[in-house]
T-cell receptor, first 116, second 115 residues
Framework: EAQVTQNPRYLITVTGKKLTVTCSQN?????MSWYRQDPGLGLRQIYY???????DKGDVPEGYKVSRKEKRNFPLILESPSPNQTSLYFC???????????????FGNGTRLTVT | AQSVTQLDSHVSVSEGTPVLLRCNYS??????LFWYVQHPNKGLQLLLK??????LVKGINGFEAEFKKSETSFHLTKPSAHMSDAAEYFC?????????????FGTGTRLQVTL
């Protein structure tokens, strides 16, 4: 089954303790992206990757890191989490080029992160 | 530059009555437009897409949307609501051409369906 898998689904941590949220897709998609979803703000893009070893900042990259060493994986790293990073996070992938209309995003089921 | 505005944060309809979720956009380029649906505790799922072909677009589960360039709108409609339609809906815009990587999401409209 074609899918985007995020882990964990729920995560509670304390300020400053490094964490990684994993994302993996089995569709051989080139494009992958991370979003955070906050009430009243919709989804905001954190980082995206057009292909292996190619990553770029989205709208809200501060406090986050990503890497794309393999095509299927795109982990999100919080080196020193803070309470304002408490949010619902989504990973998504897409065949992605060149026309978005023919390659929509496939989303994971989300990771709910709480930083105390 | 691009932006999308969902005009209602919350819409409530009775089962069997029509649904209208409103979306206005702005884009410096010819846009691609999408509607995604999010059910509780789930990721987003594509409902339908507009990519410069027919202006009336049909999607899954009986939803459709009409692209109106003169009004910069892409409203989502369904003739008859079902209880299973209760979810949050997002309008999304991106430039149609090139290796576009930036999608802009609306803030979402929560659809409530009552008996």
């Amino acid at each position: 089954e074609a899918q985007v898998t995020q882990n964990p689904r729920y995560l509670i941590t304390v300020t400053g303790k490094k964490l990684t949220v994993t994302c993996s897709q089995n569709m051989n998609h080139e494009y992958m992206s991370w979003y955070r979803q906050d009430p009243g703000l919709g989804l905001r893009q954190i980082y995206y990757s057009m292909n292996v070893e190619v990553t770029d900042k989205g709208d809200v990259p501060e406090g986050y890191k990503v890497s794309r060493k393999e095509k299927r994986n795109f982990p999100l790293i919080l080196e020193s989490p803070s309470p304002n990073q408490t949010s619902l996070y989504f990973c998504a992938s897409s065949a992605g080029r060149p026309l978005w209309g023919n390659s929509p995003l496939h989303f994971g089921n989300g990771t709910r992160l709480t930083v105390t | 530059a691009q932006s999308v505005t969902q005009l209602d944060s919350h819409v409530s309809v009775s089962e069997g009555t029509p649904v209208l979720l409103r979306c206005n956009y702005s884009s410096s380029y010819s846009p691609s437009l999408f509607w995604y649906v999010q059910h509780p505790n789930k990721g987003l799922q594509l409902l339908l897409k507009y990519t410069s072909a027919a202006t009336l677009v049909k999607g899954i589960n009986g939803f459709e949307a009409e692209f109106k360039k003169s009004e910069t709108s892409f409203h989502l409609t369904k003739p008859s609501a079902h209880m299973s339609d209760a979810a949050e809906y997002f309008c999304v815009v991106t430039p149609y051409t090139g290796t576009a990587s930036k999608l802009t999401f609306g803030t979402g409209t929560r659809l409530q369906v009552t008996l």
